[in-house]
């Protein structure tokens, strides 16, 4: 793991620095690359802006690390109020929800109660439900509650993460059960007993997962492959695999955040692909930036220039 990605993870999980981060107006406005804006509005806004290009959305309402019973009970209240609002507009935008931001550091109880309440909604206004994977010692318990909704709930996909050695064993078990699932490369800083540490074997470790969700879309089980990635090279390695599995070029579903890579999105969906982007608001993205700025260090220099911007 390079320095500067260690700082930038080691930045994102700093509480001083996420408090007072926000309040830079040059972070703030670099910030804008990846995310439309503070409000749902803003959300929606580039959701209707991404329909005509054939890209539908995921929306995820920036925040993790919830202490705080009430403001757990009012991100639910929210999420609740915004899945009703967009069925009665007949929109078709997939919430992603964190299980810290409804309370799970405060308890696993608090958390499933509002959880369930998300995926009741979201069933009743015939959407699908994403479920984000955070750290490594929440993977046990995201994986365990994303099952029990799913014994009530159909429309339900959980996040897995390819830099982790267990992702393998847990892809398996949720392939099995029918659980949709959207693999992505892993955001966080984990330790080399846990994950691998060099980016090459984490993206043949992609590969070798895709190939494996690729071959369970054959179950009638309701099982939902999603490549959430970026990287052009291995999306193609997998739709070349697909296509050699005499699979359509729509089994390919491919996810991809909004403000990267949008040629590529255009190019997929004239392909054939599946696309959507994951569009995020609210006022609690300085972690979630702090964890692209990781991703691609280069995107310091935004920061930067967004300093001297006129
Ligand atoms: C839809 C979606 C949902 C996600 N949900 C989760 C989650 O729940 N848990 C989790 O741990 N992680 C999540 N991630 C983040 C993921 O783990 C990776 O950190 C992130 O996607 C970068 O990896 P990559 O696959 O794009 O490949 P990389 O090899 O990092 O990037 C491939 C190429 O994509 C471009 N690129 C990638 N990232 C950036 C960036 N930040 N800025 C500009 N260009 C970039 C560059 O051109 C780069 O060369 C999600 C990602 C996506 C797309």
Known sequence: MSVMRSVLLAISEN????????????????????????AFDDMLRA???????????????????VSDAAEASAVTRHYLEVLGAIASKGIRCEPSIKLTQLGLDLGKA???????ALAERSHETGNYLWVDMEQTSYVDVTLELTRRLKAEFPGVGVCLQAYLYRTHDDLKALIDQGIGVRLVKGAYKEPPELAYPKKSDVDENFFKLAVAMLDGLGRKNGFRPV??????????????????????????????????????QGRLVKEGAVVRVLIAYGAYWFAWYMRRLAERPANVWFVVRSMFAG
């Open 15 to 38: 509480r001083w620095m996420r408090e007072r981060g926000p309040r830079l107006w040059f972070v703030k406005r670099a910030a804008r690359k990846f995310m439309p804006g503070e």
């Open 47 to 65: 959701a209707d802006e991404l329909r005509p290009l054939g890209i539908e959305a995921v929306f995820t309402r920036l925040g993790e690390n």
């Open 110 to 116: 608090e958390a499933y109660a509002n959880l369930r």
């Open 227 to 264: 490549f959430g990635t970026h990287d052009a090279n291995l999306i193609a390695r997998i739709r070349a695999h697909a296509e050699r599995a005499g699979l359509a070029a729509r089994d390919v579903e491919v996810h991809m955040l909004y403000g990267i890579q949008r040629a590529e």
